[in-house]
Nanobody, 128 residues
Framework: QVQVAESGGGLVPPGGSLRLSCKFS????????MAWFRQAPGKEREFVAG?????????SYADVVKGRFIMSRNTAENAVHLQMNFLELEDTAVYYC????????????????????WGRGTQVTVSS
């Protein structure tokens, strides 16, 4: 079993930056794929960024955040981070970190149903 805990959410004005962190505990050696998702009120949960252990430090991003958000992984800390820059009103959502031991192919990493370990989420609000 893997435990997942996000932190770092908050209120930020448009154009601002925020850094989210996600720490894993438990059977962390089992984790192969990690990802960030978000869910805005009234909307479905959507993929933000992801990484497969087999890809090293190569990350995939949703088109809407590409060029603004940067995901990173710190193996020694059993953590992943999401640096969010040039935040927009539409980025307001609860951000979730997810992980699975399954060796997903790249196209699978964007589907929340593929993950079986989730954090409780952290609220990010972009507002002036």
């Amino acid at each position: 079993q893997v435990q997942v805990a996000e932190s770092g959410g908050g209120l930020v004005p448009p154009g601002g930056s925020l850094r989210l962190s996600c720490k894993f505990s438990g059977r962390t050696s089992d984790i192969h794929t990690m990802a960030w998702f978000r869910q805005a009120p009234g909307k479905e949960r959507e993929f933000v960024a992801g990484n497969r252990r087999s890809d090293g430090h190569s990350f995939s991003y949703a088109d809407v955040v590409k060029g603004r958000f940067i995901m990173s992984r710190n193996t020694a800390e059993n953590a992943v981070h999401l640096q969010m820059n040039f935040l927009e009103l539409e980025d307001t959502a609860v951000y979730y970190c997810a992980a699975t031991r399954r060796r997903l192919i790249t196209s699978q990493t964007r589907f929340s149903s593929e993950y079986d370990n989730w954090g409780r989420g952290t609220q990010v609000t972009v507002s002036s």
